[in-house]
């Protein structure tokens, strides 16, 4: 299968990593990657923050480079929950029903979904010897309702031990803009998550969107707590080579 | 004080700032919500219908909601059969005016009050304590709330931020009771005395109302105390203030409900107490009986297509306690009658997104999407934070910022001389690999968490030279 990867521009900008091993993945599982180098942004943080009208530039972007692919993967359930779920709306708030209509037609898939639902896998061939916490993030659980495919991938990894992550279900507090907006609010949801995490004695916490992890990361790193955020991805992607 | 309208005295970051540093409310909230949010997992598990149940509350919703037209005339003419009258109040002035002057030509110096947030919504204890009518509140807690001067947080436990030795405390020092203990049953003992004798002796009751029938006329009171059924059938005479938003169109409309409304707000199987009556009935409950019927922004909330499912609203209070911010900001931090989720997208609506203090609740929110999951009449709340904030007058050092990001995301060029201008202006303030400090609107992020920086090679730079290295 030819897959079009969509690496974000969270991803993009500041966890290359991320988009590489999605691809290292793609490629290892017996599949053409693309990169299509026009994409940027899928628009999620101007129709979140309040900008509907700079996001539907964005949205019309989207849709003109994505329209026709065969499969759209991305390492990121908000930016797949954006492009699924809130496209639609944002164009027929904005009165355009044929970009709505187009929007509908896309095939964008986050990708612990594509690799449970469309390739119909969970045993990935991969191998990560460390103690692992996995965290589910919000949009995906939410909105795409991925449920426990990232789980299901994960135990079949390696080498690794995942610890289950207390009351893993509460959001880590992030929300795009909301952790700026509402920095002090924000901060006491990172708490209860720092701490879950901490409990686990985990090394890695992981999840299938960096900007959550951005924040849990960001959280743990502060207080030097010797535990670090990885995406699934990077788990996924690893071999007894690359470790 | 009790009530309290929904006018928010500050912006939500504001008032958060204060009741996140409230240890006691943390802890209490964080204890009474993770129980009830539990509880109701389970009551709500034991239905095979409930997807199907929450269709159909919403679905009466909606028809009644397009219906009003008709129907609160319906309603209007059934209750007046019935022997009632019917008011009909555009804003909260209006709607107090009608209660006071109703209270004051039967000469009342004291009402006993049902739990009501629409009677809270317009302030109505301050109106008529400004008109020397004094309002009890016989709700155990907003009997809490109103003896210690404090404002409801919650629509369902207006005290949820007190525990029982706070309660205590106050009950020793407002009702002199003597209470060696803060069990329960002691605490609500100490109410009971105070309360019976309210119920026996005052006139007139006013209260809300959960539901009302357009056919037959009927007004139904959910409650779990039988507090409220004292004050509906004792008194001689009962005000109720209802929303228009209230009402459904057929009597076996009300089934849903009552299926719908208990195990989303106290996780109970039915709740203890469903008063329903219709106008008035000679030598049995009261022999007058005024409904008035509240507008205060609600038909401007109805023409908005996105915005007016919010109007489905049963206040059940599931949102609230599924909520990741209401559980650590608390009630308070809304400013108004409406907390939480709900409240995020029902206060700006009923006063406009003009209002600058209320405009910031759309986005006290991480939009996780835990309220919609549970919302009975499956308002999409995180949809309508995303409307609210698009209609939001944006600061202009953020709408610069905002634009300016746009732009650069509106071609792959500059969204690359972005990156690397960034990688550049990044310089000094990363040590060790991390930013532990931004200026300005980012200050708060890195007041409690390291902010990653940009590696030296963006994704689509590795990838180039990936394909590079693939093709020599």
Redesign the interface.
Known sequence: MTIDLFVTCVNDALFPETGMATARLLERLGHTVRFDERQTCCGQMHLNSGYPKEAIGLVRRFVEIFEGAEAVVAPSGSCVAMVRELYPRAAEWAGDHELAERARGLKVYELSEFLTGVLGLEDVGAYYPHHVTYHPTCHAMRLLKVGDAPLRLLRKVRGMTLVELPQAEGCCGFGGTFSVKNPETSAAMLADKVRAVMDTRAEVCTAGDNSCLMHIGGGLSRLRSGARAVHLAEILAGTEASA | MSGGGIHPAQP??EA??DT?ADAQM?RNLRHATTTIREKRQRAVAELPDWEALRLAGAAIKDEALSRLGELLPQLEEAVTKAGGKVHWARDAEEACGIVAEIAASHGAREIVKVKSIATDEIDLNHALEAKGIHAVETDLAELICQLGEDRPSHILVPAIHRNRAEVRDLFRAKLGADLPTDEPAALAGAARTYLREKFLTTKVAVSGANFAVAETGTVCVVESEGNGRMCLTLPKVLITVMGIEKLLPRWEDAATFLRLLPRSSTAERMNPYTSMWTGVRQGDGPGEFHLVLLDAGRTDVLKDE?GRQTLRCIRCSACLNVC??YE??GGH?YGSVYPGPIGAILTPQLLGMHDGNANTL?????????C??VCPVRIDIP?VL??L????A?ALPEKTA??A??W?????GR?KLA?RL?RLGQGPLVHDG?I?WLPG??G??T??????S??K???????RE?DEVKGA
Do not use: N, Q
């Open positions: 939500f970051r958060a700032k996140l943390r996105v990741p911010v650590r900001a931090a759309p986005y006290a929110s991480s939009l996780c999407g835990a919609y999951d949809e995303i409307y904030r698009g209609k939001t944006h905002m634009k990001v746009a650069a995301m509106g071609d792959p969204f990156i960034a991390v532990r609107m980012l708060g992020w007041a409690v968490r390291d902010a990653p940009l590696p090679r963006s994704f689509r730079e590795l990838w990936r």
